[in-house]
């Protein structure tokens, strides 16, 4: 049974910095693309960032490009998102998410950006 | 980017009968592999979005035969032939064509 377990995520000060994890399971994680899509209370789904099997291929929406970096560690069967120089527009619940058609999709993390 | 755009925003249907939403991209999802990366995914309250229907028709694992997908090029429909109490949600078209991957604003089905 594929898991996508997400951890990391809080309030936090505008500025500040997060970094959000998801741990795999069920699958061959190291064969898999994999992305980070957000969904802001209420609202509709917004995809922050994907990367290639090996790590080698990043891509990011315009609105966190700089601010945001996606890793893997295939070893590790594990996904990050380092998220920097926080907003209040980024408070939402992110999703680790398998592959480009959007397969499976963990519970998500609630990120929080507030004074 | 991609923009998606649904109709209806909000479908309330009769138990057993069918529904249908329609989504459109400002753009081809055409790949250049010749692929269309076109999904449909639900959102059931409180849950994360399930996959349901990848490159247009293809249905996922598990995903019973009352959803499909239909379409080309722009314009693409799910059909459920006879909606059920477990589909109330929302559904969201999905362009995996072209990064950043968008969605459409979502459709929300519901019991009359």
């Known amino acids: 049974e594929v898991q996508l377990v997400e951890s990391g995520g809080g309030l936090v000060l505008p500025g500040g910095s997060l970094r959000l994890s998801c741990s795999a399971s069920g699958f061959t994680f190291s064969s898999s693309w994999m992305g980070w899509v957000r969904q802001a209370p209420g609202k509709g789904l917004e995809w922050v960032a994907k990367?290639?099997?090996?790590?080698?291929?990043?891509n990011y929406v315009d609105s966190v490009k700089v601010r945001f970096t996606i890793s893997r560690d295939n070893a590790k069967n594990s996904l990050y998102l380092q998220m920097n120089s926080l907003r209040a527009e980024d408070t939402a619940v992110y999703y680790c998410?398998?592959?480009?058609?959007?397969?499976?999709w963990g519970q998500g993390t609630l990120v929080t950006v507030s004074s | 980017d991609i923009v998606m755009t649904q109709t209806p925003l909000s479908s309330p249907v009769t138990l057993g009968q069918p529904a249908s939403i329609s989504c459109r991209s400002s753009q081809s999802l055409v790949h250049s592999d010749g692929n269309t990366y076109l999904s449909w995914l639900q959102q059931r309250p409180g849950q994360p979005p399930r996959l349901l229907i990848y490159?247009?028709?293809d249905r996922f694992s598990g995903v019973p035969d009352r959803f499909s997908g239909s379409g080309a090029g722009t314009d693409f429909t799910l059909k459920i032939s006879r909606v059920e109490a477990e589909d109330v949600g929302v559904y969201y078209c999905?362009?995996?064509?072209?990064?950043?991957?968008?969605f459409g604003p979502g459709t929300k089905v519901d019991i009359k």
């Open positions: 999905m362009q995996a064509t072209q990064f950043p991957f968008t």
């Open positions: 998410v398998k592959d480009q058609r959007g397969s499976y």
């Open positions: 490159k247009i028709s």
């Open positions: 990367i290639n099997r090996d790590g080698s291929e990043k």
